[in-house]
């Protein structure tokens, strides 16, 4: 289940204050069951998928971008990030900074967990630990940034309207959980 950290150290689980604490941005997070396929769930438990694993995860889930499509969202695919991936240290830093997006970022969180962080109309910010079988779906135009738990293991679905829409486009706002008092 999601956790929601505030900057001055609050925590909070229950799905109604996450909600509270969520609700000034507009943004939505779902519970989507992966369901009890035990193909499924065999390769979820995976320290890391192959590309033939990851064309069957996205198969089996693909009921819920059926449901999508009628919102205007036009390809779908996956990412799987584990410590061994090549690269993993640049493709993490283009997205741990504040930036926004033209269009909504859509994330459906099937193994492992990721951070979103989130600069608040008020200008306050938040992180929210999200875990497999939820979804979230980040307004276009929200300042956000993207980091993972020390685990460094995410694997995701990702929802495209217009695959361009979601290059980041960087804001000047630093992150105030990364301050720190010396
Ligand atoms: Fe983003």
């Known amino acids: ?3 929601l950290r505030l900057t001055d150290g609050t925590v909070y689980h229950d799905r109604a204050d996450i909600d509270r604490e969520l609700a000034p941005l507009n943004i939505q997070l779902q519970q989507w069951p992966v ?5 499924l769930l065999s390769i ?6 192959s590309a033939e694993d990851q064309n069957i995860v996205l198969r089996h889930l693909d009921h819920y971008f059926e449901q999508l499509k009628p919102s205007g969202y036009q ?8 410590p061994a991936l090549p690269g993993i240290d640049e493709m993490l830093a283009k997205f741990d900074r ?3 997006h ?7 969180v099937v193994a492992g967990a990721g951070i979103f962080g989130f600069v608040r109309p008020d200008k306050s910010q938040i992180e929210l630990t999200v875990q497999a079988a939820e979804q979230i779906n980040v307004p276009a135009g929200t300042e956000h940034w993207f980091c993972l738990t020390p685990d460094r293991r995410y694997t995701a679905l990702r929802y495209f309207i217009n695959n361009d ?6 804001t000047a706002t630093s992150i105030l959980f990364r301050e720190t008092i010396s």
Do not use: F, K
């Not at 979820?44 to 998928?49: A, K």
């Not at 829409?165 to 960087?170: D, R, T, V």
């Open 1 to 3: 289940m999601a956790i």
């Open 35 to 39: 369901g009890n396929d035990p193909q």
């Open 44 to 49: 979820l438990n995976q320290p890391q998928l």
């Open 75 to 82: 390809s779908r695919d996956i990412i799987d990030i584990h």
């Open 98 to 100: 504040c930036h926004t």
């Open 102 to 108: 033209a269009d909504d970022e859509v994330r459906y």
């Open 165 to 170: 829409g979601w290059n980041p486009e960087y």
